[in-house]
């Protein structure tokens, strides 16, 4: 543009007011940020504003305010800022500054600006080498007015009290904000570092400040070795957004933390929140450290960002969200809790009939240091006894889950990992949040001091949907001194486990059978009817196998090699864990068996095991239930199986007896009467008899082993009884 050639500009947003008498200009965004032009209003001179000395430079001191500077840069920035404007150029200096008058509006027949301020008595006329014209008049007659009204400049005094006392810095930043209490500060934002990053003036003390937003980062601008700065993408457009909304505005800033000298905070404009805006264009991401002390609510925040990467706007253009391959029926729905495996893993089983591992996702259960887990090497290391509160948090998880309905939302699946120098490998899983009642379990777990939180990589988007939640709930976890983060002494669990020791099962017995019905909680289930239980009141582990029945045997390793599991095993054990698995129960102890392993009847909520399973047509009647108090139900529930010929029975065949009856109708029944010695008579009508005709060769059998036993004399320990060999013994009367 020559300088003999005004040219009115119009179509331009004010931007910025850099004092009385200088505003940086930008035409209307197409795409990206439009240019910047600075325009000088010709032949008035307002006061300097104050700088801030060079920093790096100590001979240099900072600059005050000239009086009415401010006021003048003040009345500029409420008439002109955001609305549209136009210019005329009159002159352009050889550095390529431009001066001319500016209009508000549209074309120049709006208010000109320069006019505006020297009436106000905010800005002088420059008189001496300025060449005559109308212009020039006008503002001269106005700053005449100015003067006989005693308006700003010309008001009496010096001006001392218009001048800012400008705090550059604050001695105690978090002192600083803490005495705010959270309380909105007016203040003018004065600088936009980047999309996140303002400087602002707090009013009324002037305090002038660096704010980074709470919970978001945009992207940067890196400052290379060479001083130039290489824009990380979308960095320039995050900028202008954050820019054109509110440089030079009035705002109210909520000061909420100051970690590391960094003062955090958020800033509130009649038109909305910067934050939630910049997070739903997609100008920025949420950043965890500071999302923790966001005040308006993470959850808005994160409901923002979620928005944009489902757009995939701007800097969420390539997103592509964990669980993008699932369908909707794998990402969202209702199982049924099978199993505990750990303080944050569970089995569960969907409508379909299948079973599947769920972790919880963003939480680590209880874990034990190495030079811990490996201080007793002679003890065999069980981690849900030895780890400390792991046991809590598997029994705090079971109670509130096992056998319920839960839902299921899964926020992620974790790829398999290989064995690593010193790391272990890990199969494919499945990271879900699972509520139950409206309650999230991991948050539950979380507040309890029970697991703890894993922090991730800023850029690392596997983790869980309610994560500030939880982040939240370790927060009030530790400063309440909960489980993991308790000062008190870690909570020892001594557990026997007598499984297999034959020993310690004869000691225990007695305590059981006179116990009656004893309280357990079934920990393991090998088959149908063998299962592992814990008893709380007596701290042990025992093995149990049901009475009264026969259950199909799994298959297992034998010496002779692997034997074939037995057709319906599996089903038996599947039933079995289904109804008791990680359940309360109550066991009757009758006996026990050679390999220590105790055996007796199970109930849960009133149903006996053995009958179920032979009710259900996966068990056989075993003829030790002869004896037992459940010999009828269980005769009548596998006859009723029998005769439906179901699964176990399903090939079963009576035995005809079409012979017997056509032989009882041919001969009557004739009595044979034998002469019989009765030796005793027991209750229930049951005596024992002994033959006379065959009592003689009873008397000299007797005789040759009276003669036997005289002769050889036994010697204790000389002989060891087994299986199938004849034996001679004393009875109790010495015969």
């Known amino acids: 543009i020559l300088p003999d050639s005004p040219v009115i500009l119009s179509l331009l947003s004010s931007l910025q007011v850099l004092s009385g008498c200088a505003i940086i200009v930008r035409g209307q965004p197409r795409g990206g940020p439009p240019p910047e032009r600075q325009i000088n209003l010709s032949n008035i001179r307002a006061g300097a504003l104050a700088r801030r000395a060079a920093q790096g430079q100590p001979d240099t001191k900072d600059t005050p305010d000239e009086p009415w500077a401010f006021q003048a840069r003040e009345f500029l920035r409420k008439k002109l800022i955001g609305k549209e404007v136009c210019f005329t150029v009159e002159n352009k200096t050889s550095l390529g500054r431009e001066y001319g008058m500016v209009y508000l509006g549209k074309d120049s027949t709006g208010e000109n600006i320069a006019e505006s301020l020297v009436s106000e008595g905010l800005a002088t006329v420059r008189r001496e080498g300025v060449k005559a014209n109308p212009e020039q008049a006008r503002l001269s007659d106005l700053e005449d007015q100015a003067k006989a009204s005693k308006k700003g400049l010309w008001s009496e005094g010096a001006g001392t009290h218009t001048i800012r006392d400008i705090k550059y810095t604050i001695e105690n930043p978090r002192n600083f904000v803490d005495s705010l209490h959270q309380k909105p500060v007016n203040a003018i934002i004065e600088h936009v570092r980047d999309g996140s990053v303002v400087r602002a003036l707090l009013l009324p003390d002037y305090y002038l400040v660096t704010v980074m937003l709470s919970g978001i980062k945009c992207p940067t601008f890196k400052r290379e070795a060479d001083g130039t700065?290489?824009?990380?993408?979308?960095?320039?457009?995050?900028?202008?957004?954050?820019?054109?909304?509110?440089?030079?505005?009035?705002?109210?800033?909520?000061?909420?933390?100051?970690?590391?000298?960094?003062?955090?905070?958020?800033?509130?404009?009649?038109?909305?929140?910067?934050?939630?805006?910049?997070?739903?264009?997609?100008?920025?991401?949420?950043?965890?450290?500071?999302?923790?002390?966001?005040?308006?609510?993470?959850?808005?925040?994160?409901?923002?960002?979620?928005?944009?990467?489902?757009?995939?706007?701007?800097?969420?253009?390539?997103?592509?969200?964990?669980?993008?391959?699932?369908?909707?029926?794998?990402?969202?729905?209702?199982?049924?809790?099978?199993?505990?495996?750990?303080?944050?893993?569970?089995?569960?089983?969907?409508?379909?009939?299948?079973?599947?591992?769920?972790?919880?996702?963003?939480?680590?259960?209880?874990?034990?240091?190495?030079?811990?887990?490996?201080?007793?090497?002679?003890?065999?290391?069980?981690?849900?006894?030895?780890?400390?509160?792991?046991?809590?948090?598997?029994?705090?998880?079971?109670?509130?889950?096992?056998?319920?309905?839960?839902?299921?939302?899964?926020?992620?699946?974790?790829?398999?990992?290989?064995?690593?120098?010193?790391?272990?490998?890990?199969?494919?899983?499945?990271?879900?949040?699972?509520?139950?009642?409206?309650?999230?379990?991991?948050?539950?777990?979380?507040?309890?001091?029970?697991?703890?939180?894993?922090?991730?990589?800023?850029?690392?988007?596997?983790?869980?949907?309610?994560?500030?939640?939880?982040?939240?709930?370790?927060?009030?976890?530790?400063?309440?001194?909960?489980g993991l983060h308790s000062k008190k002494e870690v909570p020892i669990h001594r557990v026997a486990d007598i499984s297999g020791e034959t020993q310690k099962a004869k000691q225990f017995l007695p305590f059981l059978q006179r116990a009656g019905r004893s309280e357990a909680v079934v920990e393991y289930v090998f088959s149908g009817s063998r299962l592992k239980l814990y008893m709380p009141k007596e701290t042990c582990l025992i093995t149990f196998l049901l009475a009264g029945i026969e259950c199909p045997r799994s298959s297992r390793n034998m010496p002779g090699g692997m034997q074939v599991a037995e057709p319906f095993s599996d089903e038996a054990m599947l039933f079995t864990k289904e109804l008791v698995l990680q359940r309360e129960v109550e066991v009757e102890v009758e006996s026990m068996d050679k390999a220590g392993n105790f055996i007796g009847w199970l109930h849960i909520e009133g149903v006996n095991l053995s009958v179920a399973l032979v009710e259900n047509a996966l068990s056989k009647v075993h003829f030790t239930a002869e004896r037992s108090a459940y010999y009828k139900t269980l005769i009548s529930a596998e006859e009723a199986c029998r005769q439906r010929k179901e699964k176990i029975w399903a090939n079963y065949e009576e035995k005809p007896d079409e012979e017997v009856v056509h032989l009882s109708e041919e001969k009557e029944r004739v009595a044979n009467y034998r002469p019989v010695y009765v030796t005793e008579i027991a209750d229930t009508l049951h005596f024992y008899a002994q033959d006379v005709e065959t009592g003689s060769q009873l008397e000299s059998l007797m005789e040759t082993m009276r003669a036997e036993i005289a002769a050889q004399p036994p010697v204790e320990g000389s002989y060891s009884a087994r299986r199938g060999d004849y034996c001679l013994a004393k009875f109790a009367d010495g015969e």
Not at 278 to 298: H, I, N, P
Not at 347 to 354: A, D, I, P, Y
Not at 390 to 401: D, Q, V
């Open 229 to 482: 700065e290489t824009p990380e993408p979308f960095a320039a457009e995050a900028k202008f957004f954050t820019e054109s909304r509110l440089l030079q505005r009035d705002v109210q800033i909520i000061l909420e933390s100051c970690p590391n000298q960094i003062i955090l905070g958020t800033i509130l404009h009649p038109n909305g929140n910067i934050t939630e805006l910049l997070l739903k264009e997609g100008f920025a991401r949420c950043v965890d450290w500071s999302m923790a002390v966001y005040t308006q609510g993470a959850e808005k925040l994160r409901a923002a960002e979620r928005s944009a990467k489902e757009r995939k706007v701007r800097i969420w253009r390539d997103y592509v969200a964990p669980t993008a391959n699932l369908d909707q029926k794998d990402r969202q729905f209702v199982a049924k809790v099978m199993q505990v495996v750990n303080a944050d893993a569970m089995v569960v089983k969907l409508n379909s009939g299948e079973c599947k591992t769920i972790h919880l996702s963003s939480i680590r259960p209880p874990r034990i240091e190495g030079e811990e887990k490996n201080k007793d090497k002679d003890k065999r290391f069980r981690p849900l006894y030895d780890i400390p509160y792991m046991f809590e948090a598997r029994e705090f998880l079971r109670k509130k889950l096992i056998g319920k309905k839960v839902n299921v939302t899964v926020d992620y699946i974790r790829a398999a990992t290989g064995p690593g120098e010193g790391t272990p490998a890990f199969p494919e899983r499945t990271c879900a949040t699972v509520t139950i009642g409206g309650i999230n379990i991991a948050e539950a777990l979380v507040s309890k001091g029970l697991a703890t939180v894993i922090r991730y990589r800023q850029d690392d988007d596997q983790r869980s949907s309610h994560y500030d939640e939880l982040l939240a709930a370790e927060a009030r976890a530790i400063k309440n001194g909960k």
